[in-house]
């Protein structure tokens, strides 16, 4: 078996753990849960802290550089452990539905050594009531609506600055 075959059979093993539901990606640990002894998903208490204070800073109109001075502010260490945070990281993790009783795979797909968005090349699938939640459904959809709005108010100022 040559390297391309071997990366095929194993990107095939993976999306049919995807299909059937026994793929243990969707029990990956983030920033917020910890892995129990039986292999399952489990709040840490302190970390959901953190990450709810994130969702409700953002809804409150607090920018992702707000939010990581805040959480440095704090003392709060990163996910990595480092003592700043990151805009990324923060935009990753309120964009994390993991957060919520679901968990989404095949969101990015690896084309050769560049992994991009999956935006409809592949199927996605998505696994409901893995593991507790830290955020509400609700909570959830309004980052994402007021993420959206931000990103469009965005582009209308540069469109508008680019008009003049």
């Not at 920033?31 to 292999?39: P, V």
């Not at 953002?58 to 939010?67: E, P, Q, R, T």
């Not at 989404?104 to 797909?109: E, V, Y």
């Given at each position: 078996?040559?390297?391309?075959?071997?990366?095929?059979?194993?990107?095939?093993?993976?999306?049919?753990?995807?299909?059937?539901?026994?793929?243990?990606?969707?029990?990956?640990?983030?920033?917020?849960?910890?892995?129990?002894?039986n292999?399952?998903?489990?709040?840490?208490?302190?970390e959901?802290?953190?990450?709810?204070?994130?969702f409700?800073?953002?809804?409150?109109?607090?920018?992702?550089?707000?939010?990581?001075?805040g959480?440095?502010?704090?003392?709060?260490?990163?996910?990595t452990?480092?003592?700043?945070?990151n805009?990324e990281?923060?935009?990753?993790?309120?964009?994390?539905?993991?957060?919520?009783?679901?968990v989404?795979l095949?969101?990015?797909?690896?084309?050769?050594?560049?992994?991009?968005?999956?935006?409809?090349?592949?199927?996605?699938?998505?696994?409901?009531d893995?593991?507790?939640?830290?955020?509400?459904?609700?909570?959830?959809?309004?980052v994402?609506?007021?993420?959206q709005?931000?990103?469009k108010?965005?582009?209308?100022?540069?469109a508008?600055?680019?008009?003049?």
């Amino acid at each position: 078996m040559n390297a391309i075959q071997k990366s095929q059979a194993i990107k095939a093993g993976l999306r049919k753990g995807f299909q059937d539901g026994s793929s243990k990606m969707a029990r990956c640990k983030c920033y917020g849960y910890t892995l129990g002894s039986n292999g399952e998903l489990e709040i840490n208490p302190d970390e959901a802290k953190v990450v709810h204070w994130i969702f409700e800073r953002y809804l409150a109109g607090d920018s992702l550089g707000k939010i990581a001075a805040g959480l440095e502010r704090l003392g709060i260490p990163s996910p990595t452990g480092r003592s700043k945070w990151n805009r990324e990281a923060i935009d990753k993790l309120l964009s994390n539905e993991k957060y919520t009783w679901q968990v989404m795979l095949q969101k990015t797909i690896s084309t050769g050594a560049v992994q991009t968005e999956n935006d409809g090349l592949m199927d996605r699938y998505l696994y409901t009531d893995t593991h507790e939640a830290i955020i509400s459904d609700e909570m959830f959809n309004a980052v994402q609506e007021k993420k959206q709005k931000r990103s469009k108010a965005l582009e209308n100022k540069f469109a508008i600055g680019l008009a003049f």
